[in-house]
T-cell receptor, first 115, second 111 residues
Framework: EAQVTQNPRYLITVTGKKLTVTCSQN?????MSWYRQDPGLGLRQIYY???????DKGDVPEGYKVSRKEKRNFPLILESPSPNQTSLYFC??????????????FGSGTQLSVL | GDSVTQMEGPVTLSEEAFLTINCTYT??????LFWYVQYPGEGLQLLLK?????DKGSNKGFEATYRKETTSFHLEKGSVQVSDSAVYFC??????????FGSGTKLNVKP
């Protein structure tokens, strides 16, 4: 089954404790991206990757890091989480025809709470 | 910059009522436009899309027409069902790699 898998589904942590949210897709997609969803703001793009070793900033990259060492995986790293990073996070992937309107496939989300 | 504005919710309708959710956008060039739907506890799913002016996207009884003259992409359905209750997001993609989403509109359909 084609899917985007995120882990964990829920995460509670404390300020400053490094964490990683994993994302994996089994569709051989070149494009992957991370979003955060906050009430009243919709989804905002954090980082995206067009292929292995190719990443770029979205609209809200501060406080986040990503890496793309393998095509299927795109982890989101919070080196020193802060309470304003409490949010619902989504990973998404797509084929390289993003420019022509191919759809994004979303994971089920990770609810992060930073205390 | 590029952005999407959609009507605030929640929208509450009775079953079989007509639905319109307004969406307008700001973008340079010719972006692709999308409607995504999010059911409780799930990620977003593509509902429909349009890639050029005057295109009509349609799926599951929902429709939206890409109107460049009014920079709009309003979502419509002639007869909603309880199972349509969800949050609906309008989105645009202006180039090869970025997507911009609206703030979402929650739809509640009552039997």
């Amino acid at each position: 089954e084609a899917q985007v898998t995120q882990n964990p589904r829920y995460l509670i942590t404390v300020t400053g404790k490094k964490l990683t949210v994993t994302c994996s897709q089994n569709m051989n997609h070149e494009y992957m991206s991370w979003y955060r969803q906050d009430p009243g703001l919709g989804l905002r793009q954090i980082y995206y990757s067009m292929n292995v070793e190719v990443t770029d900033k979205g609209d809200v990259p501060e406080g986040y890091k990503v890496s793309r060492k393998e095509k299927r995986n795109f982890p989101l790293i919070l080196e020193s989480p802060s309470p304003n990073q409490t949010s619902l996070y989504f990973c998404a992937s797509s084929s390289d025809r993003v420019a022509l309107g191919e759809k994004l496939f979303f994971g089920s989300g990770t609810q992060l709470s930073v205390l | 910059g590029d952005s999407v504005t959609q009507m605030e919710g929640p929208v509450t309708l009775s079953e079989e009522a007509f639905l319109t959710i307004n969406c307008t956008y700001t973008a340079t060039g010719y972006p692709s436009l999308f409607w995504y739907v999010q059911y409780p506890g799930e990620g977003l799913q593509l509902l429909l899309k349009a890639t050029k002016a005057d295109d009509k996207g349609s799926n599951k009884g929902f429709e939206a027409t890409y109107r460049k003259e009014t920079t709009s992409f309003h979502l419509e359905k002639g007869s909603v069902q309880v199972s349509d209750s969800a949050v609906y997001f309008c989105a645009l993609s202006p180039n090869f790699n970025k997507f911009y989403f609206g703030s979402g509109t929650k739809l509640n359909v009552k039997p």
